[in-house]
């Protein structure tokens, strides 16, 4: 009995001819290809190749170590069944292997069964992604989406990077020296480019890196510190203007909790990073260093990263929602725990339109100065206490009063604020979000506490609050 580790060796090779992928597999027979053997091992092969149409065959065998070996044992027979079955299972799974390892010839984008869409607009080949798209046949609907996103709002993410002006202790030159960097996106074909405000803080030079690698110079035409917006003028020649592919935009104010977006960005400097994830909350607060914060904010576990600042979060359709910001960072090393926030893009909205108007953020104001909230909390009184309305501010005019002392020194309660235009003012929070949706000159109604039971109301022209890019 001769063992089949002795009978068979094979091996596979891949062969292309005329552009479509085969195998040729080579099967070795170490003994002697007899009548019997030819005619259970052989022609059962080559009728399963003819059939597949998936490999090659090529049959090679040892030579006869007697001439007058013409025939076989029932046992070698029987030998030469189950080496038939072998090699046809062998067969087949290189068949396998060729049909997973090796490419069909390239299907076409039009051919590939595409999500559908609205139609893009053509970009020229300088702003385009140089990546192309993949077959349909070796992605999901959901990848290709994703790949389809990703490829359509690349060109319109940029790199920035935050120069500033400083002298080393050898020498009194002034030496350019990057302090850092953020992403941005392209807002419109005028060159103005959108980032958040502490990616820009403190430069004297801001450059900003295209999808073609080419480096310009950028002037900041404004900002605002207290939401984290920031917008930007590329300084480019007219011909790479007019090639600049702006972001879609969409709207905030319909997100869902669960529904998918996508972050691109420039995380530790590899450019042009692309993280996927949901919305994992919505409204939320974020403390900045500057005004009484950002509400609204969008949470999200998609990654967020240093060097993402600045860069879009963008639907499942590649609509802009947000502009990423801030990530919590429990462990105190910059890396992404899972919980970022991004400012969402009606809000930004806004902030954008006025700075291309008036070159900085104009905000209506009351004109009062608030108590902090835990004075409040003390009296049992829920609202906005005022400390102090100044001389000439709109309050002022309009008879609101602050914190004041009667004639035997004793602190008189100042009004507290409990409604404005009929909506409640349970907080400074939710004073602030009902300034945010006037304008400077409205005339607006506030209820006040007078005295801490007399409910009063009153008639205030909101006035005017500049926010320069230095505040």
Known sequence: MISRSLLLSGRSAPSLALNKCRYTHTIHLKYPLTESISKNVVRPLHRY???TGATALRVTAAASRNSNDTGETSSTLGLGTRLRNVLLTSLGAAALVATLTFSPPSISRAEAALPTGPPIAAVPATMQSKQPMPSAEYLSPEELA?????QENTPA????????AARTRYSMDVLKIPQGQGSGFIWDTNGHIITNYHVIRGAAEVQVTLIDQTVWKAK???GDPSKD????????PAQVLKNLKPVALGESSGLFVGQRVLAIGNPFA???SLSAGIVSGLNRELATNVGPGLRGVIQTDAAINPGNSGGPLLDSRGRLIGINTAIADPSGKGSSSGVGFAVPIDTVKGLVEQILTYGRVVRPVLGVTIAPPQALRQLG????LILDAPRGSPAAKAGLQGITKDNFGRVVIGDVIVGFNNKPVKSEGDLF?????CKVGDKVQVDVLRQGDKKVTVSVVLGERVLEPSD
């Open 157 to 164: 993410v940029v790199n920035i990077s935050n120069i500033i």
């Open 229 to 236: 917006v920031a917008v930007l003028q590329l300084e480019a």
């Open 270 to 272: 590899l450019d042009h």
């Open 49 to 51: 190749h003819s059939t």
């Open 433 to 437: 979000d009902q300034l945010d949706k």
């Open 381 to 384: 009184l829920e609202g906005v």
């Open 220 to 222: 900041i035409i404004g």
């Open 146 to 150: 994703t790949v389809r996103v990703f």
